[in-house]
């Protein structure tokens, strides 16, 4: 049932120019679609003739067709397919940005925005880290950290680029620029990149201390441990999808500058790079299992800091600090956890069947984070309710983890004396 991950007893090569490669195609992805929508939200508006609910729910029909599709995806990388499929989710988004840039109504933004939804779905991190753990079965957790450095810089690097290409051009000619760069950059790198495997790299390596047994995903799914790892996953990215809508205007409230205010939130993609690189650094010097305990606790901790401090500034900079970096390495333990305490060769499928839930989390948070703001009391009780939802789900995280852990050592134990 178990296939523990051992950092220590890694033995796998480790192909840096593949991570590479395959890090470009999640800059783009992320950058153009993701961080992209709120550019193009005014434009289209007021072209259009949408209201702002209109609009926002063009980037909800994505976000459920990404979900929909998860399980899907997932079970066909497990299959190995990913070649095809990634490609293909290239080669839908191109055309989905190109198909776009001539729409005139409602009806074809929204068509638009579910071929992109669609595209995402073979595109993101959920099946770039299932191919990772695939190719990299011993390394896994080394590759998706280096994956996410540039996946971490998208805002940082796109909202700027496409700000820049509609003020000399339009709305309309940026974005078949951004679908010919998935046609001529994403889609050819995911074909060349995602070649088949060798036989022998097919076979998924765990620990020598662990014998990994040939079960089914359904086995996998009836454990306790995946429902509580699936609750950690889920409420994690609930209390991290909240925050971002509102977080220039919980800075203002915190009595911060309008320069602060901007150039703050603009931080949090290079702080969650720094955390990344920091993780890899010390990936070999530190215990895997006790860096997945911790690295969570960042997330509640820095918002615990603006909670107590009201409207200090020093707090909303103490908050800020704490969440970009740990927002930027729990990234890395809630793409690995499935793999580490679960079954690394169903993770595509495991880490799928997630999707829903995750997609309906991330279009439900930050509607809620607003529902509980208040005049008096501002972001207070909001905060109040994010702290209580993290620490569930690390709660949850720690008694999957111990489960996971004592299963092993007692199985261990059995072998040795027997």
């Known amino acids: 049932m178990l296939c523990i991950y051992m950092s220590r007893a890694s033995t796998s090569s480790l192909d840096l120019r593949f991570v590479f490669w395959l890090s ?45 599709l998860a399980f899907w995806v997932g079970r066909r990388i497990d299959q190995g397919h990913e070649r095809s499929l990634m490609t293909g989710g290239s080669l839908l988004i191109g055309l989905s940005f190109i198909a776009h840039s001539f729409v005139t109504d409602t009806t074809g933004f929204y068509l638009a925005w579910l071929g992109l939804g669609v595209g995402l779905s073979a595109t993101l991190y959920p099946p770039a880290f299932a191919v990772l753990t695939r190719r990299f079965p011993n390394d896994f957790r080394r590759a998706i950290i280096l994956l996410t450095f540039l996946g971490g810089l998208a805002s940082t690097v796109f909202i700027p680029l496409i700000a820049w290409l509609m003020a000399v051009t339009d709305w309309r000619t940026t974005m078949c620029l951004l679908g010919g760069l998935h046609l001529l950059v994403c889609a050819p790198l995911h074909a060349w990149l995602l070649k088949p495997m060798a036989t022998q790299h097919n076979i998924i390596h765990t620990s020598p201390h662990v014998a990994r047994e040939a079960t089914s995903i359904r086995t996998h799914i009836q454990h306790p441990n995946y429902w509580a790892l699936s609750l950690f996953v889920i409420v994690l990215m609930t209390v991290t999808t909240a925050l971002p809508a509102h977080m220039v205007s919980l800075l203002r409230e915190a009595g911060m500058t309008p ?21 890899f650094t010390l990936e070999r010097q530190l215990n895997v299992h006790q860096t997945n305990r911790w690295v969570p606790c960042l997330i509640p901790l820095g918002m615990l800091a603006l909670w107590l401090g009201a409207s200090s500034p ?7 600090v704490l969440y970009g970096l740990g927002n930027g390495m729990l990234t890395i333990v809630k793409g690995t956890v499935m793999a580490q305490y679960i079954n690394q060769e169903h993770v595509g499928s495991l880490n799928g069947l997630l999707g829903i839930p995750m997609a309906f989390a991330r279009a439900c948070a930050p509607w809620l984070m607003g529902l509980l703001w208040s005049e008096t009391h501002g972001y207070s009780q909001g905060i109040a309710v994010m702290i209580g939802l993290s620490l569930v789900g690390i709660g949850a995280l720690w008694w999957a983890q111990n489960n996971a852990l004592q299963s092993v050592n007692e199985k261990a134990s059995y072998e040795k004396a027997n």
């Open 259 to 279: 320069q602060w205010v901007l150039v703050i939130p603009a931080s949090i993609g290079v702080l969650q790079v720094m955390g990344r690189v920091g993780l």
């Open 24 to 68: 470009w195609v999640q800059l783009i992805s992320w950058g153009s679609v993701f961080y992209g929508f709120s550019l193009f939200m005014a434009p289209l508006e007021q072209e259009l003739g949408m209201s702002r609910a209109q609009s926002s729910l063009g980037f909800s029909l994505a976000l459920l067709a990404e979900g929909l």
């Open 314 to 320: 020093i707090s909303a900079l103490v908050f800020v």
